[in-house]
């Protein structure tokens, strides 16, 4: 290989970054899918990788938010050091003029404090190397840049990555309707693979929303590789990117792709627009229509014997709104209690009072983070 060898092409090491509260289950992921020196850490996930395992991880994994390949790590107090360090960095071997880019930091425990002006600096650097070299300088697009270039400095270190994603993995490509409230992907993936459910019991979401847990419960369920939609990826514009092993990997995971039994994946909503929501999202999956979903309020339903259960209710941010959601999660509490013996049920609460209401032994109480909001997902043995 000529040219400058960037840190990730001399150790093979990266960054998952995931939600907070989902760190081990995204390295259980990784580890799955061939990753080697695993180790969780605050909202991410260290990792080694050979190339065809990274291209696989960024295809098929559904919990990790990006996948960060890390090119430089040093030292750095100063805004004239992150400057002259990623004035360093050989972009040309990533991006030309005639693309655009865009930089994304966080900031924690450092001398420069600002994320926004450390992302700043980074720009002007990579602007200004182009600028010299050819005279022209890639423009900057925040929504669809060709590259996605991220800063972590934290204890006054910097590491300054490329994102082999290309852009948030939750984006799947098949949310065309949405709803009021929807789960984040990677969040409900997280949740199905905290329930264990793996299709040997049918699963039902009795409050569905726009579909999040049934869309990601059936490409769990059918191997439907969670970046089938997706074209745009970051790992294309790495200077080592082998196509053959990438054509090789995506036809593997393509060709692992199962049927889904009618009836395995149920969910119904009281909101008409909700199941017309979740029946487009779940149209654009292979295999979507098996799955069940209706209109129905969940208290006009006439119950489920031995089924996994997972559902996400109504949380009120607002005071009135309080109040019904603390209605319907004892009224959800009373349903479960009274018609789904048998069954085991997963409810994502949205805060740790909520989750009083329930009026049932809870088995299990995980915290999860759904965006800033600090929720419980609690397990109720039916
Ligand atoms: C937080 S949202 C669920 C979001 C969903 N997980 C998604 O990703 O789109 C709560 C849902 O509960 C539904 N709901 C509220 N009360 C209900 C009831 N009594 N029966 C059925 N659905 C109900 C609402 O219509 C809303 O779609």
């Known amino acids: 290989m000529t040219g400058q060898q960037f840190l990730y092409q001399e150790n093979q090491q990266y960054f998952a970054q995931c939600g907070r509260g989902i760190e081990e289950i995204t390295g259980e992921e990784l580890t799955e899918l061939g990753a080697t020196g695993v180790e969780p850490t605050y909202r ?10 990274l291209y696989t991880i960024n295809y ?77 300088r890639p423009s900057v697009d925040t929504r669809e840049p060709d590259l996605w270039i991220n800063l972590n400095l934290r204890d006054n270190f910097a590491t300054i990555s490329v994102d082999t994603s290309g852009g948030a993995l939750h984006r799947r490509g098949y949310r065309k309707s949405s709803v009021l409230a929807p789960l984040q ?5 997280a949740i199905l693979r905290f329930s264990g ?22 490409m769990a369920y059918c191997r439907v590789p ?13 200077p080592d990117f082998d196509e053959t092993l990438w054509r090789k990997v995506k036809q593997d995971a393509d060709g692992r ?27 654009e999956i292979p295999g979507g229509s098996m799955v069940q979903v209706r209109r129905r309020d969940f208290h006009d339903l006439k119950g489920f014997k031995n089924v996994t259960i997972i559902t996400n209710p ?37 805060s740790i009072d ?18 800033p909001l600090e929720t419980r997902l609690v397990k109720l043995d039916l």
């Not at 991410?44 to 395992?53: D, L, M, S, T």
């Not at 990826?233 to 790495?238: E, K, M, N, Q």
């Not at 603390?326 to 349903?335: K, S, V």
Request: aromatic fraction near 8%.
């Open 60 to 136: 098929c994994a559904r919990i990790p938010s990006r996948i960060l390949a890390p090119l430089a790590h040093f030292a750095c107090h100063t805004e004239k050091v992150l400057y002259k360090k990623a004035m360093e960095i050989d972009w040309s071997r990533f991006l030309s003029p005639d693309q655009t880019f865009a930089v994304f930091a966080n900031v924690s425990d450092s001398q420069i404090n600002h994320s926004k002006f450390a992302a700043l600096r980074l720009k002007d650097a990579v602007a200004d190397f182009f600028r010299e070299k050819t005279g022209r």
């Open 185 to 189: 992907e990677t969040l409900a993936a």
């Open 257 to 283: 792709v199962r049927p889904c039994p009618e009836g395995l994946i149920q969910g119904s909503d009281v909101d008409g627009r909700a199941v017309d929501a979740a029946c487009e999202n779940l149209d």
């Open 314 to 350: 109504p949380y009120g941010v607002r005071l009135l709104e309080q109040n019904q959601a603390e209605i319907t999660i004892r009224e959800l509490g009373d349903f479960l209690k009274q018609n789904c013996t048998g069954s085991t049920a997963w409810i994502l609460c949205g």
């Open 44 to 53: 991410g996930v260290h990792f080694a990788a050979k190339p065809g395992v």
């Open 226 to 238: 969670a970046g089938i939609h997706r074209e745009k990826w970051g790992f294309l514009r790495l």
């Open 197 to 218: 459910w793996n299709g040997e019991t049918p699963l039902v979401d009795l409050m569905c929303g726009s579909g999040t847990i049934l869309a990601e419960a059936l």
């Open 354 to 371: 909520l989750m009083k209401h329930i009026g049932l032994r809870t088995s299990k109480r995980i915290p999860l983070f759904n965006g």
